[in-house]
């Protein structure tokens, strides 16, 4: 699919790179799927679509992240953002995911279903539409 395309992978962990890079190789797409060892503040090139699926919220510094970003788009692209889903109220997170992140060390989820909005203003990449998607009852 996309064949006039190219796609840029980044991450801070060199092993999942390596992982990465061999991945794309075996299915015959290293000439136009690359991955590059990166801390996301650190990212440079020039892209039309940057996309952050359940990460952001992991960065040490996700506005930081998030103004990089924001540099690099082309005119007219787009920041894909997706976070999972969470309360502000532990009531609102009982289920098995939300269970799961409360048994984390105090400080390793700190993010909450405002986390995302926030970051993206305090970048100055502006208040998007926000897309979602109800929570199982």
């Known amino acids: 699919a ?18 990465a890079r061999q991945r794309a190789a075996d299915a015959g797409l290293a000439d136009r799927v690359t991955f590059e060892v990166a801390a996301a503040k650190d990212t440079t090139g020039q892209y039309d679509l940057v996309c952050f699926f359940d990460c952001l919220h992991d960065m040490g510094d996700p506005v930081g ?37 409360y048994a984390f060390p105090d400080g390793q989820e700190e993010s909450n279903a405002n986390s995302g909005p926030r970051w993206l203003a305090e970048s100055g990449v502006g208040n998007p539409p926000r897309c979602s998607r109800s929570r199982p009852s």
């Open 2 to 19: 996309f064949p006039q395309s190219t796609f840029v992978g980044f991450d801070g962990h060199p092993a999942s790179i390596d992982a």
């Open 65 to 101: 992240a998030l103004r990089t970003v924001r540099s690099t788009l082309a005119d007219g692209g787009t920041i894909m953002l997706v976070e999972p889903m969470a309360g502000d109220d532990v009531d609102q997170n009982i289920n098995p995911v939300g269970a799961a992140y």
